[in-house]
C-alpha cells in the first residue's frame, strides 16, 4: 500500500510538470483526500479543478458540514458523533440510540440509518 503522503508527494510532482486540469471526484476516496489537500496548490499552478468543486467535496465529507448544509435547506440530517476512543464511540451510541454504523477512521463516526 502506497502512503498519503508518497501519493500526494506523486500527484504534486506530475501537477507542475504537466497536468493543466484534474478531476478529483473520480477516483474514489484517495482521489477526493488528494484533491482537499492540494486544493490550494491548484490555484497556483493553474490547473483547473473539472466536475465537482474541492469545496463541495469538503462539504460532503465533514459530517458536521454537510449536517448544517441539509438543516440550512430545511432537510433533515441523520443524528451523528464523532469519538477518538472506545469510549467515546459507546457513549455516542447511546445518545443517538437505534441502529447504528461505525466508522473507523482517523476518528470514529457513528451514524443512525434506516
Excluded: W
Excluded at 3 to 15: A, D
Amino acid at each position: 500500500m502506497v502512503s498519503p503522503r508518497k501519493t500526494l508527494s506523486c500527484v504534486y510532482n506530475k501537477l507542475v510538470i504537466f497536468i493543466p486540469a484534474i478531476l478529483v471526484s473520480f477516483g474514489g476516496q484517495t482521489a477526493l483526500n488528494v484533491g482537499v489537500e492540494l486544493k490550494d496548490e491548484f490555484e497556483g499552478l493553474g490547473v483547473r479543478v473539472l466536475g465537482t468543486p474541492i469545496e463541495s467535496v469538503i462539504l460532503t465529507e465533514d459530517r458536521e458540514l454537510f449536517a448544517n448544509a441539509m438543516l440550512s435547506i430545511g432537510e433533515r440530517c441523520a443524528m451523528s458523533s464523532s469519538a477518538t476512543d472506545v469510549a467515546g464511540a459507546l457513549a455516542a451510541a447511546k445518545e443517538i440510540g437505534t441502529h447504528k454504523k461505525i466508522k473507523i477512521k482517523k476518528k470514529m463516526t457513528i451514524s443512525t440509518f434506516s
